[in-house]
């Protein structure tokens, strides 16, 4: 394909998608790993079937990836000819049967079940931010820039969730897929893409937050070949799917954006690894790369220029410690996937030892949008040192549980109380927020103004990592709250550096004794002496982010207490730590040390 | 080898080798033979639901890896058993969400019920239980249950109960979610 036929081809794909909402009701299923588990196949299926059991003309029933309104699952879109796109929440083949009957049939919109109204193209929201779209109400039903869930939000890298058929790269290309691959291959050189991406100032979106550009720039500069370039897709966290949710419902833009990355770096070889924890992301992102085979975006001199390339699909074998860059590059040869010491950095020594660039998901489905408008485009929002958006998730008891996307800048409140709605039960209200899923502490509230940016919850031991967010109401215990982060990452050490192999399993079994109603005031003292040794002696992010929550605890007041409370009063107020007194190897400890394997 | 069915060290089930081997036939191209170890593995993990013994010998030979080199990848990561599991295998999602909101009570009731613990197997080879570190993607159905790969949303004690009595008797029927 040239550019002449490329242009062409997205011509007529645009006017093919533009017909389709023009001359059909179309209703979009939102199939995603998450509301498949809340029924969203079977809605999708009853439609199907009422539609050609009632013969009905002019309906089609599509599917699009996430939208990101997780609360509400199973969750669909109905536009008519004519009218908005209206996003119906908790539709159950009940409600789907009455949606069908009053609005799809009637001239109902049914507004009480309605999220609110999105257009059908993305490109509809200036820079991609709902609320700056001059959209008005329709018929009871506020625009989605209008509503709270939305009125922050500002989605560039989830530009496509819930637009595009993620398993159809023919929707991609209508709404103006690959034009930025076809913008870098035949105008720019390599050198240039990466001046875009330092001019964005886009940082690693995995968590230890890197420079992008200089990521590229560096690999680009070793001279030595092969040099490969890598998708890091395996996400192991618990409350941590938005990398999933790309795969799910935008491959093709981190296809794109790894296309984009192979260019600069001057290489043909990518990899894309992907956790097999998600079996619908790598169902989805091989079929995005079948089909841009197929299209020819991948393989010999793509769009007529001299620039080829492949990709690999890998499939991980679990374990979250095989998600650190060093320790996935070995997964891919096929070893243990442990974290190394660095220098050397994955530039220099990667890939069997090759230079090698690694970035996570997120932060290349973020690059397309950032060569078509330029690196200043991007430049200019978020705060001053962490640029841009982010994808953040909400999970435990908040009012609206979803993925949504939020710029840096803004104090964390705007994402936990109007974005995630505060707490699910106003009888219980959120007292603390997790960060960083398993690598960091809490905010209290007194501390919710503290500003959504990279740097700023370090001084807390807190991390912003990969953007979760969990509540904890009274319902929750603090104390429980680390016990089990510190758990956690006892059982995903790798054991490679003593200090974390052997400090996480004592200050594990130190919490399992305060929360059994033994803990000692000197354990406070104790505690914090082998939390410094672990993070000071650990070689990677999992060992220096492990014993975060206790040095969070004990730098805010209000946590403070809470542990203090559990060992002199030997009380827990949220009444979650059994208090009597168990053996620690007892529930909730046993990692089954005892083997009970039968050799015959 | 000659056999043609491989004894699985006094296992329930025997393998065949031709059926082995015509999985390790997949990987003859690749270059790397280390690389194609975890793909291998994965393959054998999807058949018989753990890396049997002999299996581990055939890829020690095709593959020309050692046995300690397998084992030592085999046993890292989690998607791999090396030894024959439970029939039936109760995943207790463990996400901090599920954690904080009720996995607990569930974790409690497993042991109440069954008798053991994390990993444990029952006596009977009946029931294993076993902790997901991960998430599964839909923190708005917490707590969830996955039993035989089949998964279960807003798990309640007494639901996760009457679930193991419908296995435990064979008035199991698939349910929604």
Redesign the interface.
Known sequence: MNRQQFHELQARLAGQRKALFENNTVIQVMMDGGSILSGAKQTYEYFKKEIASRGLQNVVVKMVGSFGAMWADPTVFISKPGSPRVLYGFVDTKRAGELLTRFVLGDDPCANWSLGWVSNDPYHYPDFAWAKAPDEEWRGILPIGRTEWGKLQHRISGRNLGFIDPEDIEDYIAIGGYKSLEKALLDMDPQKVIDEVKASKLRGRGGAGFSVGTKWQSTHDETRMPKYVVVNGHEGEPNVFKDRRLFEGDPHSILEGLLLGCYAAGTGDAYIYVGSEHPLSFKRIGIAVEQARKAGFLGKNILGSSFSCDVKVIIAAGCYISGEASAMLYGIQGLRGMPRVKPPRSYEAGLWAQPTTVNNVESFNNVPEIILRGGAWYAGFGSEKSKGTKLIMLSGPFKRQCLAEVPFGGPISDSINIVGGGSSDPKHPIRAVQTGSVSGGCFPPSMFNIPFDIDAFGKWDCLLGSGSFTAYTDQQCLVDAAYYVLRYNRDESCGKCVPCRIGNEGLTEMLWRIKSGDGKEEDVEKMLQISDLVIEHSICGLGQAAPLPIRNMLKIPEFKAELMEHIINKRCRANVCSMDHADNKKLGFGTGVRANHQYK | MSLTVLNN???SSSIELAKANAILDKYDSWD?K??????V??DFQHEYGYIPAPIAALISQRLDLTLPEIY??AT?????KV?QKAEHRILLC????????GS?GL??LV?EKLGI?????TPDGKWTVE?A??????????P?VEIDHT?Y?NVTAEKLSQLIDDINTGKFKEH??
Request: proline share 2%; charged share 20%.
């Open positions: 060290g006094g296992g790397i280390r690389e194609a170890l975890i793909p593995l994965q030592g990848v890292f990561y989690t998607d791999f030894l463990e996400g901090i969400a599920c954690y904080m909101c607990k974790a409690k042991k613990e994390h990993t444990e197997v902790r570190n991960w998430c599964f993607g839909a923190c708005n159905l917490m969830i998964v949303g929604h979610h």
